[in-house]
């Protein structure tokens, strides 16, 4: 399957029986959301299991995920998208996840399209799976800076990862025990996600990107702004190239006694 080719409906495989999965949700202040995510979780899989990590709401978001029957996780103050991210991983790691789905919690991803994310990863094919807005056909609309400093930081990334990624900014993905482990133990806090993508070509995790549309978002906004746009581009570049110089993480579960 080519990488930007998106599997049809019949080709992709649910996830087996028995195969545990951890469907994490990290959301601040998506009382309005949140409840419509985890239905459509379940409408997908009755059985996949689903974290939300509250980041810190001042809402209701907490209480009307637990009351649809997900485990929550609450943060006692905001920490960010990335340190929200990263619990869920630890949580899936600590209780015996082999795979992990991420949705955000504001209902742009749409939990029918889990199956291409997850097709790969459970043929073996890749250890992580990013839906891409920008890889198929689907006119997702960005404004006209973020689209720009989307399109620059995919050719960096592309150019440090020796291979085409289209959406750095990505939150919908699929990963095995390998990148759970690895997001357990590092997993970048401001904005993470093009950082991410970099660390997992570092450490030899096999990345595959599938077209997916994504929904606009109805409630709440975006945390960046066009203003913030530029600053967020410098920010993340600076970023991905200290990084380069990081030492690698060794997941807890692959160290020496």
Not at 29 to 36: H, K, Y
Not at 187 to 203: F, G, L, S
């Amino acid at each position: 399957m080519s990488e930007l080719v998106a599997p049809s409906r019949r080709e992709t495989a649910r996830r087996p029986v028995g195969l545990r999965c951890l469907a994490i949700v990290p959301a601040r202040n998506e009382e309005d959301c949140v409840g419509g995510v985890i239905e459509e979780i379940r409408a997908f899989d009755p059985e996949l299991e689903i974290l939300v990590v509250d980041d810190g709401s001042t809402d209701s978001t907490a209480a009307r995920a637990a009351a649809r029957g997900a485990r929550v996780v609450r943060l006692p103050f905001n920490v960010g998208i990335g340190g929200a991210v990263q619990t869920g991983f630890r949580y899936a790691l600590e209780h015996g996840f082999e795979l992990a789905v991420r949705l955000d919690g504001d209902g742009q991803h749409d939990p029918s399209q889990l199956p291409a994310l997850l097709g790969p990863v459970l043929t073996g094919e890749a250890d992580i799976v990013i839906g891409s807005r920008f890889a198929g056909t689907g006119s997702y609309r960005v404004p006209i800076a973020r689209r720009l400093g989307t399109k620059l930081l995919g050719r960096v990334v592309s150019l440090l990862v020796r291979q085409r990624v289209t959406d750095t900014t990505s939150g919908f993905q699929a990963v095995n025990r390998r990148g759970i482990e690895l997001f357990a133990a590092d997993y970048p806090h401001d904005y993470p996600e093009v950082e991410a993508t970099v660390m997992v070509h570092r450490h030899r995790l096999r990345l595959r990107e599938v077209p997916v549309t994504m929904r606009e978002r109805t409630t709440g906004s975006s945390s960046i702004t066009a203003l913030r746009s530029v600053y967020y581009m410098v920010k993340v570049l600076l970023a991905i190239f200290v990084g380069l110089f990081r030492r690698s993480v060794v997941p807890r579960e692959e160290r020496h006694p």
